[in-house]
C-alpha cells in the first residue's frame, strides 16, 4: 500500500489481461470511503496485496469518520 496524498491510497493489483495496475481507496469530499479500478476492467488483487487492500480500506474508514465527527 502507498499513500501518495493525504487521504488517498494506491494497492497494486493487474487489471483483466493480467497487466499491471492499481487500486485506489480514497476519502470522498462527503467524507464516504471509495474505492477506484482500473477503468472497464476487474481489478484482481494478488494475495501478497490483500492486505494492503484491508489496511487502506480501514485507514479510509477511519479517517472518514474523523472527518464527519469534526462537522
Known amino acids: 500500500m ?5 487521504d488517498r491510497w494506491s494497492v497494486p493489483c493487474r487489471d483483466g489481461s493480467g497487466r499491471l495496475r492499481e487500486l485506489v481507496v480514497f476519502v470522498t469530499d462527503a467524507a464516504d470511503v471509495a ?3 482500473p477503468p ?4 484482481v488483487i494478488g494475495l501478497a496485496d490483500v492486505g494492503a487492500a484491508k489496511d487502506a480500506l480501514t485507514e479510509a ?7 464527519r465527527q469534526s462537522r
Not at 502507498?2 to 493525504?6: A, F, K, L, V
Request: glycine share 6%; hydrophobic share 45%; net charge neutral.
Open 61 to 67: 474508514q477511519i479517517r472518514a469518520v474523523a472527518r
Open 35 to 37: 474505492m477506484l479500478a
Open 40 to 43: 472497464g476492467e476487474a481489478a
Open 2 to 6: 502507498h499513500r501518495y496524498e493525504e
